[in-house]
């Protein structure tokens, strides 16, 4: 007979697996929320505090190639998005990236336009109160096409 901790191990893990078969409709793991301020720049690392917001930008969060969740950014450039973890567990692994698609020359009638602004994702992949985690840009740069 296995022992009580190996018992425990076993079912965490036929739970995990079992959540990841069953999909978002019927299992979710937690709710992902991703917020940031989108610069109106091109470059590599675009720094927000020295570039000016993007306001009315459409981002998407794609993960392993799947738009899993968008937002419109405010007058201010900044957006919030909420997934359901299981649909974006990809982030955890980086396969996630945050898109936008809106060109520049609509934020700033000089700047190309083509390309689109592209980030990864950062934060702590600690879980928070209620299956609830909140991830950010780690920088945005400019992808001409």
Do not use: W
């Amino acid at each position: 007979m296995a022992s009580k901790p190996t018992l425990l191990a076993l079912s965490a893990a036929m739970i995990v697996a079992a959540a990841c078969l069953l999909g978002a409709a019927e299992a979710k793991l937690g709710r992902l929320f991703v917020t940031g301020v989108v610069p109106c720049s091109t470059g590599s690392l675009i720094d927000i505090a020295t570039s000016p917001a993007f306001p009315n930008a459409e981002v998407e969060l794609r993960c392993a190639g799947k738009v899993v969740a968008g937002a419109t950014t405010n007058i201010n450039g900044s957006f919030t998005m909420e997934a359901d973890l299981t649909s974006a567990l990809a982030a955890f692994i980086g396969r996630c990236s945050l898109v936008v698609d809106t060109p520049l020359i609509k934020c700033d009638a000089q700047l190309p336009p083509v390309g689109k602004l592209v980030s990864y994702l950062q934060g702590p992949l600690t879980r928070l109160l209620g299956g609830i985690f909140h991830l950010f840009p780690a920088g945005f740069s400019f992808h001409g096409r």
